[in-house]
C-alpha cells in the first residue's frame, strides 16, 4: 500500500513568486491536512480538507490556499512567497474515522522543502 | 484552544537503558486523542504511539509506552531498551474533532552507544 506522497520534495523560489505543493494521500483516504514546520515556529496546521472542502483552517494569511480534487488529491499554493515561508510543508492523509478503528491515525508524507531566496 | 508543551528540548541516553519524554495539554474537550510522533533526520514524521483520551488504560508498543494522566492532562512517552535507531525529535500531538493537529515544540532524543 503506497503512503502519502508530496511532490516536489526540494523546490527554491524567489521572493514574489508562487509555489504549488502537491500531495497524493494513501488510497481510501478522504481527509488531507497540511503543516507548516519551521525552526522558529514549529508545527504549524494550515488547513484540512475533506471531501473537496475546506473543514479547518488555521492562522495563516490568505496567501496560503489549498484545494482538493475529486480523488482526494490536494494541493497548496502559496503566492507571492516572502522569506519566511522558507520551511518544510507536510501533508498528512487520513481515513477520518472516530473511536478505536485507527482511522483518526493521520499519515504523514515526506514533505516539500521550499527555500525563498 | 488547545496547547501542547514538551519542557524537555533535548534528553540523551544510552542505549539499551530507558528514557522518559514529558508532554503536558491544555484543553477544554473530553472527547479527544493523543500521539507521540517520531522524527528522524529523513524528516519523515512517523507514529510512535497513540491514545485516545475515553481508555483508562495506557497504550503499549512494543518498546515505547505511555503514562496518560487526563485529570492532569499529562501524556508521557517512555522508551524502553533505547537503539540507536530511536535518535529523532519526538512530538506530542492533540487531536480532538476532525484533523487538526497541534504539536508540542518537540524533544530531541540522542541514544548514544
Known amino acids: 500500500k503506497a503512503g502519502v506522497t508530496q511532490t516536489p520534495r526540494y523546490l527554491i523560489k524567489t521572493r514574489g513568486q508562487q509555489v504549488t505543493l502537491s500531495c497524493s494521500p494513501i488510497?481510501?483516504?478522504?481527509?488531507v491536512s497540511w503543516y507548516q514546520q519551521t525552526p522558529g515556529q514549529g508545527l504549524q496546521f494550515l488547513f484540512e480538507?475533506?471531501?473537496?472542502?475546506?473543514?479547518n483552517k488555521g492562522n495563516f494569511p490568505g496567501r496560503f490556499s489549498g484545494r482538493q480534487f475529486s480523488n482526494s488529491r490536494s494541493e497548496m499554493n502559496v503566492s507571492t512567497l516572502e522569506l519566511g515561508d522558507s520551511a518544510l510543508y507536510l501533508c498528512?492523509?487520513?481515513?477520518?474515522?472516530?473511536?478505536?478503528?485507527?482511522?483518526?491515525?493521520?499519515?504523514f508524507g515526506a514533505g516539500s522543502r521550499l527555500t525563498v531566496l | 484552544a488547545q496547547t501542547v508543551t514538551q519542557s524537555q528540548p533535548e534528553m540523551s541516553v544510552q542505549e539499551a537503558e530507558t528514557v522518559t519524554l514529558s508532554c503536558t495539554y491544555d484543553?477544554?474537550?473530553?472527547?479527544?486523542?493523543l500521539f507521540w510522533y517520531k522524527q528522524p533526520p529523513s524528516r519523515q514524521m512517523i507514529l510512535v504511539i497513540r491514545?485516545?483520551?475515553?481508555?483508562?488504560q495506557n497504550a503499549t508498543e512494543n518498546r515505547f509506552s505511555v503514562n496518560f494522566q487526563k485529570a492532569a492532562k499529562s501524556f508521557s512517552l517512555k522508551i524502553s531498551d533505547s537503539q540507536l535507531g530511536d535518535t529523532a525529535m519526538y512530538f506530542c500531538?492533540?487531536?480532538?474533532?476532525?484533523?487538526?493537529?497541534?504539536f508540542g515544540g518537540g524533544t530531541r532524543v540522542l541514544v548514544k552507544p
Open positions: 480538507y475533506f471531501s473537496e472542502t475546506q473543514r
Open positions: 484543553t477544554s474537550e473530553n472527547n479527544y486523542y
Open positions: 500531538a492533540f487531536k480532538a474533532a476532525g484533523n487538526k493537529l497541534t
Open positions: 491514545q485516545e483520551a475515553y481508555k483508562q
Open positions: 488510497s481510501g483516504h478522504r481527509s
Open positions: 498528512a492523509s487520513s481515513l477520518d474515522g472516530t473511536g478505536d478503528s485507527g482511522a483518526n491515525v493521520l499519515t
